[in-house]
């Protein structure tokens, strides 16, 4: 074999290992530093602040004597607090015994129970001011359309168009466009479209008002690829455009979308026209869990893309507390998402196949980094709110379990005996370790 046809899929490996351990370390440091910081104003010494596992890479000490390290294997991090026996702050009993009252109330075990709560729940919360922080910054950052709809960009496409930046759209086909106020009054318009490659545009240009012709609204190009789909592993593109489906012309996303789910999972031929040239592309749909307004799962048959309007429209910038309330939605709906999904797995209305491990997030981090940087950005925002919900799950070495452990605390005056905390921690490790061997199978054998 020659080792030059390597070098691609090589390349490609390692641009996916970078956006994966650049993603993973930012949620883990920003996890960490939320235990930290806390646990820092809830009067709680933390010895050892690590990223990454394994040899020491580098370390200092800083002047409250914590040590600063980055370990050589980036899949992680932990802050070992005073008094504790390992990075799963299980406590060193023998160590706190011998300590003054003064050192004990600085370590985890002996700190009262609303510092050692506060300390282990602001790891998930950090998570999720980072989530909300990213949503809210790429809300800002891609705006929102103006109103009434206005062209801002053409996207290339294979026909010719009259429209151009700057025209605000009065009618299309006949049709007024409804204000973006009106719910549902576009999907209407779209329904009320005459089917026709070409239709007549009637514009507000320069103070004038005019008719021109213009494509179809929303045509089968890519705005954007899904990871893991039929479609990236196929080499479509963003700014591609489907011409043919089987050999059969389209004009319309809708055209695309019923050969896609009519074909249930058939091999398709596709033709795409790319920046002026033509090319033949072969590949199948995939089934996909799609979630619902009703929190329930839909399994459709999918390529993988997004499509658009024949233009991008002109955008502004949202109120900073309209951007910081998407956030939050945007949150609220990754973490409700997880819970509908993994739920819905476990009862087997979805594939176990939807959980994905190590390989499939390092996969996707690299797809969605080649995809460019507010892509990838995105991305660390949802893996950052799904980090922070599992960890909340009430499993002995998440925070989760021990924030069930400070409840059972709260309630009895006492925490769990030694003997107790040491076989719930081992059945939640083993727990832990299962779905990542699970989840790592799910990586390698399903489809």
């Given amino acids: 074999m020659d080792i030059l046809t390597l070098l691609p899929q090589f390349g490609g490996l390692i641009w996916t290992l970078v956006a994966f351990v650049i993603a993973l370390s930012l949620i883990v440091a920003i996890h960490e530093y939320g235990h930290y910081i806390v646990g820092r104003w809830s009067g709680i010494h933390a010895d050892i602040f690590s990223l990454g596992f394994g040899p020491v890479l580098y370390a200092r000490t800083d002047k409250r004597g914590t040590v600063w390290q980055i370990a ?10 005073r008094g504790d026996a390992n990075a799963a702050s299980a406590p060193d009993g023998a160590a706190v015994r011998d300590m003054s009252p003064e050192e004990k109330r600085s370590t985890m075990a002996g700190a009262p129970l609303w510092a050692r709560t506060a300390t282990v729940a602001a790891g998930p919360i950090f ?5 909300i922080a990213v949503f809210t910054a790429v809300g800002m950052t891609r705006g929102v359309a103006v109103d009434p709809l206005t062209v801002g960009e053409m996207r290339p496409l294979p026909q010719a ?6 025209d605000v759209l009065v009618a299309i086909g006949g049709q007024a466009v409804p204000s973006f106020d009106e719910e549902n009054a576009f999907d209407a318009l779209i329904e009320s479209l005459p089917e ?15 008719e021109l012709d213009g494509p179809w609204l929303l045509p089968p190009v890519v705005t954007q690829l899904a990871p893991q789909s039929a479609a990236f592993s196929a080499g479509l593109e963003v700014g591609d455009v489907i011409t043919a489906v089987d050999g059969t012309p389209i004009f319309a996303f809708s055209q ?6 009519a074909g249930e999972g058939e091999p398709l031929a ?14 199948a749909p995939r089934r996909v869990d799609e979630p619902q307004a009703d929190g329930g799962f839909q399994t459709n048959w999918r390529i993988g893309i997004v499509g658009g309007m024949a233009f991008e429209p002109a955008t502004m910038a949202p109120g900073f507390g309209e951007a910081l309330w998407g956030g939050v939605i945007g949150t609220w709906d990754i973490m409700k998402g997880s819970v509908s999904g993994l739920w819905h797995m476990i009862t087997g209305a979805i594939s176990s196949c939807n959980m994905s491990g190590p390989i499939g997030i390092a996969e996707v981090s690299g797809q969605m980094a080649s995809q460019g940087a507010m892509n990838f950005v995105y991305f660390i925002g949802v893996l950052s709110a799904a980090v922070g919900l599992l960890n909340l799950f009430p499993i002995p070495v998440l ?10 605390e709260a309630v009895t005056g006492k925490p769990p005996s030694d003997k107790v905390l040491r076989v719930l921690m081992t ?14 199978t799910n990586d390698i054998f399903c489809p």
Avoid: C
């Fill in 399 to 408: 925070d989760g379990g021990h924030l069930v452990f400070y409840a059972y």
């Fill in 127 to 131: 998570n999720f001011v980072l989530a």
């Fill in 196 to 210: 026709a490659p070409n239709l007549t545009y009637t514009v507000e240009r320069g103070g004038s008002r005019i």
């Fill in 256 to 261: 695309l979308k019923e050969r896609v789910e």
């Fill in 161 to 166: 168009t009259a429209l151009q930046s700057g």
């Fill in 72 to 81: 050589a294997l980036p899949f992680g991090g932990y802050v070992k607090f």
């Fill in 270 to 283: 596709l033709t795409v026209w790319r920046q002026g040239e033509t090319l033949d592309m072969t590949l």
């Fill in 427 to 440: 059945m939640g490790l083993v727990v832990i370790l299962s779905l990542m061997a699970f989840a790592l």
